[in-house]
Structure formats: C-alpha cells, structure tokens
C-alpha cells in the first residue's frame, strides 16, 4: 500500500475578526508551531498572528495549491464566513490537533 501525503490549507488570526493568514503545509502541527514560536521571520509574526482558526486537508498537493490561491483572492467577507462555518468560537485548534 502506498503512503499517501496529507496537505493543509489553513487560516491563522491575531484575535477574533482580526488579521488573517492563509498558509499551506504538508505538516500542520509543526508549521503552526513554527508561526507560534515566532522562528517564521515575516507577515505571522510582524503582525502577531497564532491563532489556527481553520483547516482543511487534501491528499491531492495541486488542489491543495488551488484551494490556497482561491481563497487568498477571497474577499475579507468570504474569509470571516469561512471560519465562523468552520469554527464558530473562533478557538485556537492548535491544541485539538493533539
């Protein structure tokens, strides 16, 4: 049987309906990690955003690419539905990836 990869797509948010991220990873924990700890030099951590408030995944990289751009091009609006779909609490789902 062969291994299949698993990809993420995923938003961070500095705080409820603050700003967000979207990122794409092969290894969700350790890229939330990453922008947690502040090691990622950049957007996450010049505006101080750690909070993963959506995900999804896929076993196909190229829509998993697709999906990222698409919803980079989302409309604020979009991106806020999303999440309260998604996670109407807007919890921190780092800790229940464990």
């Given at each position: 049987m062969k291994y299949e990869k698993e990809y993420f797509v995923y938003?961070?948010?500095?705080?409820?309906n603050g700003t967000l991220y979207i990122g794409l990873t092969n290894n969700l924990i350790r890229r939330v990690s990453e922008h947690k700890s502040g090691i990622i030099k950049g957007f996450t951590k010049k505006y101080?955003?750690?909070?993963?408030?959506y995900y999804e995944s896929t076993n196909d990289i190229f829509s998993a690419i697709t999906r990222e751009k698409q919803m980079k091009k989302?409309?604020?609006?979009?991106?806020?539905e999303l999440i309260e779909k998604f996670n109407p609490n807007w919890e921190d789902l780092y800790y229940k990836l464990f």
């Amino acid at each position: 049987m062969k291994y299949e990869k698993e990809y993420f797509v995923y938003i961070l948010a500095s705080y409820r309906n603050g700003t967000l991220y979207i990122g794409l990873t092969n290894n969700l924990i350790r890229r939330v990690s990453e922008h947690k700890s502040g090691i990622i030099k950049g957007f996450t951590k010049k505006y101080n955003i750690k909070m993963l408030v959506y995900y999804e995944s896929t076993n196909d990289i190229f829509s998993a690419i697709t999906r990222e751009k698409q919803m980079k091009k989302w409309n604020r609006k979009w991106k806020l539905e999303l999440i309260e779909k998604f996670n109407p609490n807007w919890e921190d789902l780092y800790y229940k990836l464990f």
